[in-house]
């Protein structure tokens, strides 16, 4: 165990001696898959910060009914009956509340802090209302079904306005899912790029040192040895680039959150975007040394046997 320790420890010692040997070829490399690496971090992160808030969104569409402003209460009322029967058809749950024109007003006027300009009107402008809250949408089965209610409800009498004020919502989750596809597409073709680099640098690394491999040979060394200072070198290359790319995203979510800032603030809103956890950062680190050493072995093992 301690000489299997050993041999690893000289090998990326060995690795650290050859990237020291041309330090500015080095830096070069850890640019070009630094940048590679930013663009999907960057995304991931906004992802990640993103989530929590579609998340406390509710997703339950919301249906509101709107009725004209000169039907009595009383036919108001009775209205229910007919929205529970349209609402419970096929046994789905739901949720109605009768939001009467005066509560309404006073909402308003608590919301927007123009009561005055509002007691101005004289009478009060706003109708009756149904708030109809549906199960949330398991499939396009279900999506149907809401619209279809909202059509039915339309067509009954003293009903002016019908809106499903969820349909955003949906949007939303479908846009993040969407988003993340293309991040996955991103970072998988940004991945390739990354393995071709450091297949690249190995490669050239490999041709330097061809004398150094052969003399080696001769003395006996075997290829795990030979090659174990490469794959150090490909590992080291990624997981510096993936340190460095990190950077990159942290500096820049400075100027986003002041950005951001001002406009959360119209929204009596404190969002920031936050860097990824410890445990995101390790795991983007790992895969970036992974993504390094997979470009190693392709470049060690094909040049390596035409070097013998």
């Known amino acids: 165990m301690r000489g299997w320790f050993r041999q690893h420890v000289l090998a990326l010692a060995d690795a650290f001696r050859h990237l020291f040997r041309a330090p500015g070829n080095f830096l070069l490399n850890v640019l070009v898959v630094a940048i590679a690496l930013t663009l999907p971090f960057a ?7 993103a989530r929590p808030v579609s998340e406390r969104v509710s997703v339950q569409p919301e249906i509101s009914v709107f009725l004209s402003v000169d039907a009595p209460r009383d036919r108001a009322t009775a209205l229910g009956t007919a929205i529970r029967r349209i609402a419970g058809d096929g046994g789905h749950a739901y949720r109605l509340d009768f939001v009467p024109r005066e509560k309404a007003l006073d909402a308003l ?6 009561e005055a300009a509002i007691d101005t009107l004289g009478a009060n402008p706003l109708p009756d209302a ?8 398991q ?3 279900d999506a149907r079904r ?6 039915k409800l339309k067509a009954l009498p003293d009903v002016e306005h019908v ?15 969407i988003l993340r596809l293309v991040l996955l597409f991103l970072a998988v073709t940004l991945g390739v790029v990354v393995v071709a680099v450091v297949f690249n640098t190995i490669r050239l690394q490999v041709m330097t040192q061809r004398e150094e491999i052969e003399v080696s040979r001769l003395v006996g060394a075997t290829d795990r040895f030979i090659c174990r200072p490469f794959y150090y070198t490909g590992a080291l290359l990624g997981l510096i ?3 460095a790319a990190l950077v990159v995203v942290f500096l820049l979510l400075q100027p ?8 959360a603030r119209l929204y009596a809103s404190e969002f920031r975007l936050v860097p990824l956890d410890g445990g995101a950062t390790c795991a983007l680190l790992a895969l970036s040394a992974l993504l390094g050493l997979l470009g190693a072995l392709l470049s060690v093992r094909r040049h390596l046997a035409r070097a013998a």
């Open 256 to 263: 986003l959150n002041t950005a951001i800032a001002e406009f």
């Open 109 to 114: 006027k608590n919301r927007t802090g123009l």
């Open 163 to 177: 809106q499903v004020d969820s349909a955003w919502i949906e949007r939303l989750a479908a846009l993040i899912r």
């Open 241 to 243: 680039a993936g340190a």
């Open 130 to 137: 149904y708030v109809l809250t549906l199960e949330q949408p």
């Open 43 to 49: 995304g991931l992160t906004l992802l990640q910060n």
């Open 146 to 151: 809401i619209e279809s209610v909202a059509q």
């Open 139 to 141: 499939g396009n089965a």
